[in-house]
């Protein structure tokens, strides 16, 4: 039995025949949903003026077998008409004068509908057919249309020619393949042996997608959980289980270690081709450009020379990181970022942050318009994922825009369509202002239903400013008009999702009124977009309690969960808590002095760089003053609000080795610092943490705690202790990163000394020494245990 396996694709009629005869330009120009509307509303007109001998909708499907390639090919026929010849009928919505169309305008309308005959023809045994375009006006449904007679020789001479045109890119997929499976079938782990608790992890994640599972791992620092979950699903591809990887991240640093997990296992031989989509306004060559081809080169033709791109890319590399698509778009004059959409198609492991496939906004819709798939969905650093879906599946929308927009409109009151439009406007603006009356004792109001009133009221204003945005592209407001627009839109899809895991509330801000629809639980639409997948794992080095991941980002008890041990050496580290500092809010003040004694001691205690991270600004500036006045020997750096990424690159560029004097960070807890970063060697060897990191108290953590305190579920935890000890445990990891880093992690709040707090704790940070006025000589006596 052959070990070759058969290259399948599906695709659509009219994708097909876009892909092989694609041309002109990319144009992102607003094209209003009411356009759309109109179009689908003009074929329902049509069809419904058509006698009984004309069937509507009529869905056709056909499979293509060429050596090991099988192509499914489907598509939906506007109408097939029966009389003495069966006619297709494929009705197009046009805004042109119908006298000033011919027949010959538009070939690709011609071939989608002869496809559609030629399968029509051949399920049927038919020996001729027609083809009828039938255009029709959107705004008053006038109707022209052309007919052309064909025998079924004339469609499959004109299906064949399109299909082997089609078949040259489907053969270079399916070379591809065979090349791939061949790899990494071939494939080694790319380490001369397993670490600690490696071996277990590989495991998991490939029973994982066999299984088609979803799996959490609390993998710390050291364990390589990169190359752990990335080697297993690969070979997973290799075995038939899974057809494509999403790598998914929050961060930059962790996409670059993806990558560089794909460029050790090619050195072992693997050929694979992975792609990182980078943020449109990140990789965008003309920023100050519309994405419309009256303004931007790189949009003109895009579509002109797209393939030609597109094979070229393929055949000349494996790894489309950022830099490589940058290359081949300036070298090909396409825009960069749709190139990358264009690429992923092909792509075996998309590299991308978590919105490309979650987040229903932005979300890559290509791959998940059907249900049935088989991709494999690794999410790393999935201890941020929690507030980023909330946030997701969350919208908010204020008043004072729409303010704004009755000004800027008001010297066009009187022009045709603008003024129901400014009613509408008027009216959304005093139902926002009505439920100001709701917050007069305080700044906010919740309540437990969709504003299901207010919500109407924004389905027609998306309806008006549609016309609006349309048709009058000169007004001075109409980018105040087009943002608005697409947050009511956003409320609206959003409201579409509003279940019992949903609170509403509305909150007085700078005298604005701003009303929220707020996803408390996210785990329902999180599944059901892993619905797509052949499995899902969560993983991360602070994936703990795991059982507070695991039910916010699923509902299966089938689900495996697995918590791995520190590979290094316990002896390289220590954990000591400062049990005599309280930080609640109304002691703070108290704690200034104290907290700048114990970093005086630590900094002096052995030279080197160490970072002290606080809740807060103002809790840094507050110590940091008072570290200065004890004048201690040391380099000092701030981190201040708002850094730039090269400002990053400079506070982290102070880091040096092997010092002569040490460096004292202030930076703040769950900051651009606290997290993905990695300072090796003796660049850092020490941290402190003020605090336990707890979320400042305000509405929407208070929402939460709630609704799980609804659910009779540990609900002060899932709202405040949870997510603040996660960034404890990010900040604690930056200090031992490899096997021979050496390193103190100081905990300076008397709260972990509780049962409650110790129980999250991970068992790996054993023992804990607690300190407190004698710190300078437990610290002392620490290094030396250490060196």
């Not at 071939?186 to 380490?191: D, G, I, K, M, R």
């Not at 109407?456 to 945005?469: E, G, K, P």
């Amino acid at each position: 039995m052959s070990d070759i396996k058969i290259t399948e694709i599906d695709i659509s009629v009219r994708d097909l025949i876009h892909f092989v005869y694609r041309g002109g330009d990319l144009d992102a120009r607003f094209v209003g949903k009411s356009r759309a509307l109109k179009g689908t509303k003009a074929h329902q007109a049509i069809q419904k003026k058509m006698g009984d001998d004309y069937v509507s909708e009529v869905t056709l499907k056909h499979e293509v077998s060429r050596d090991n390639i099988l192509i499914r090919i489907k598509g939906r026929v506007d109408g097939v008409i029966h009389g003495d010849m069966i006619t297709i009928d494929e009705i197009k919505s046009t805004l042109r004068e119908l006298d000033s169309l011919s027949e010959d305008d538009y070939p690709m309308h011609w071939l989608q509908g002869e496809f559609y005959a030629y399968i029509y023809a051949l399920k049927h045994d038919k020996k001729e057919m027609k083809v009828q375009l039938t255009y029709v006006t959107v705004d008053d449904f006038q109707v022209r249309r052309f007919e052309r007679p064909y025998t079924f020789e004339d469609l499959e001479a004109i299906f064949s020619e399109t299909l082997e045109l089609y078949l040259d890119f489907a053969y270079r997929i399916d070379d591809w393949q065979q090349i791939r499976d061949a790899s990494i079938k071939a494939l080694s782990f790319p380490f001369e042996s397993y670490r600690k608790g490696q071996r277990d992890m590989a495991v998991c994640v490939y029973k994982t997608i066999q299984e088609k599972k979803k799996s959490f791992i609390q993998a710390p620092t050291g364990i390589g959980k990169t190359i752990s979950t990335l080697f297993p699903t690969v070979k997973a591809i290799g075995e038939g289980h899974t057809s494509k990887i999403f790598y998914l991240t929050a961060k930059t640093i962790t996409r670059s270690v993806a990558e560089e997990a794909f460029d050790l296992m090619r050195q072992e031989g693997l050929r694979m081709k992975n792609l990182t989509i980078t943020a449109k306004d990140k990789i965008c060559f003309e920023k100050d450009a519309a994405c419309i081809p009256e303004e931007c080169s790189y949009a003109k033709g895009y579509y002109n020379r797209i393939n030609d791109a597109i094979k070229d890319i393929l055949d000349k590399t494996d790894a489309y990181t950022r830099e490589v698509i940058e290359e081949y778009a300036i070298k090909h004059h396409v825009c960069p970022f749709e190139f990358s959409l264009d690429i992923a198609l092909i792509a075996d492991c998309i590299i991308c942050d978590y919105n490309y496939v979650f987040d229903p906004r932005v979300n890559l819709k290509r791959f998940f318009a059907d249900v049935q798939k088989d991709y494999a969905f690794l999410i790393d650093e999935a201890h941020n994922l929690v507030d980023r879906a909330r946030g997701m599946f969350s919208s908010k929308i204020a008043k004072k825009p729409l303010l704004d927009i009755k000004r800027g409109l008001k010297p066009h009151a009187k022009k045709d369509k603008i003024e129901p439009f400014m009613k509408v406007v008027t009216k959304l603006n005093k139902a926002l202002l009505d439920y100001k009356n709701d917050c007069i004792e305080k700044d906010k109001f919740i309540f437990h239903d969709q504003p299901i009133e207010l919500i109407q009221i924004m389905r027609r204003f998306s309806q008006l400013a549609d016309v609006i945005l349309s048709d009058y592209k000169d007004l001075e407001c109409y980018d105040l008009i087009l943002d608005y627009y697409f947050e009511v839109l956003n409320m609206i899809n959003i409201s579409e999702l509003y279940d019992d895991a949903y609170k509403t509330y509305v909150e007085i801000k700078r005298n604005d009124i701003e009303l929220n629809l707020f996803c408390v639980d996210p785990a329902f639409l999180l599944s059901q977009t892993l619905k797509h997948g052949a499995g899902a794992v969560f993983f991360s080095a602070t994936l703990s309690p795991i059982q507070y991941f695991h039910r916010l980002y699923s509902y299966e008890e089938k689900d495996y969960t697995l918590i791995l041990s520190s590979p290094f050496d316990e002896k390289n580290r220590m954990y000591m808590i400062g049990s005599d500092i309280k930080t609640t809010y109304k002691q703070r003040q108290y704690s200034y002095e104290d907290i700048a004694l114990y970093i005086r001691d630590m900094a002096l205690s052995k030279t080197g760089n160490y970072i002290v991270f606080f809740s807060s600004y103002v809790y840094k500036k507050e110590v940091l003053e008072c570290f200065e006045d004890l004048e201690v020997d040391v380099d000092i750096v701030d981190q201040q609000r708002d850094l730039s990424e090269n400002e990053k690159e400079e506070f982290l560029g102070q880091f040096k080795e092997d010092v002569e004097k040490s460096m004292v960070a202030f930076c703040v807890l769950g900051g651009s610092f606290s997290e993905g970063v990695d300072l090796r060697g003796n660049r850092l060897i020490g941290t402190a943490i003020v605090g336990v990191g707890l979320p400042m108290v305000c509405l929407e953590r208070e929402i939460i705690k709630s609704y799980h305190q609804e659910h009779d579920e540990d609900a002060f935890n899932y709202a405040y202790v949870y997510p603040g000890l996660n960034k404890v445990m990010q900040a604690a990891g930056r200090v031992i990163r490899t096997e021979e880093d050496k390193g103190i992690i100081m905990l300076l709040d008397e709260r972990y000394t509780y049962h409650s707090y110790r129980q999250v704790i991970p068992y790996d940070w054993r023992p804990l020494i607690t300190t407190r006025r004698t710190f300078k000589q437990d610290i002392q006596y620490s290094w030396d245990q250490i060196l």
